[in-house]
């Protein structure tokens, strides 16, 4: 499993496909929805920071369904926006979704491989 973190578009999807070369990937934008199997292909879950939102608003569980996901594709690739920098929201459910976000975040990479930042298309390895 790897994790890409950063900025809004600081290049993250553009720096997984070109690392994913010369294998083909199914990129799932803002979604944990397959509608076909991997196979040889890469997989890679884009926008994770929007799914986890889109699941909090809909009274769901993201931090159980993301585990059960990456336990059924441990070579998953996710790529999630940084939301946990600047200031505090005043909205409640603005702040659970930040904080939810980055604990999933944390989860993701203690189980993770590699752990990458991408800052203007530029990946930095942190783990």
């Keep these: 499993m790897k994790l890409v973190i950063g900025g809004f578009a600081q ?6 496909l070109n690392s994913c070369r010369p ?3 199914i990129v799932l934008d803002g979604s944990l929805s397959l509608s076909e199997e991997p196979g040889e292909k ?3 879950v884009n926008h994770l920071h929007s799914w986890i939102r889109e699941c909090l608003l809909r009274g769901g ?11 059924r594709h441990p070579d998953c690739i996710w790529i999630s926006d940084e ?3 600047g200031i505090v ?8 979704y930040r904080e939810r976000t980055g604990r999933i975040q944390v ?3 203690e189980r993770a491989e ?3 930042r991408v800052i203007c298309g530029i990946g930095q390895k942190i783990k």
């Design 11 to 16: 290049g993250k999807l553009g720096y997984v």
């Design 23 to 25: 294998r083909e990937c």
């Design 42 to 44: 890469a997989l890679v």
């Design 61 to 71: 569980h993201p931090e159980e369904e993301v585990l059960a996901f990456a336990e």
């Design 83 to 85: 939301i946990g920098n």
């Design 89 to 96: 929201p005043v909205d409640a459910f603005e702040r659970e």
């Design 107 to 109: 989860m993701l990479a």
């Design 114 to 116: 590699e752990v990458v």
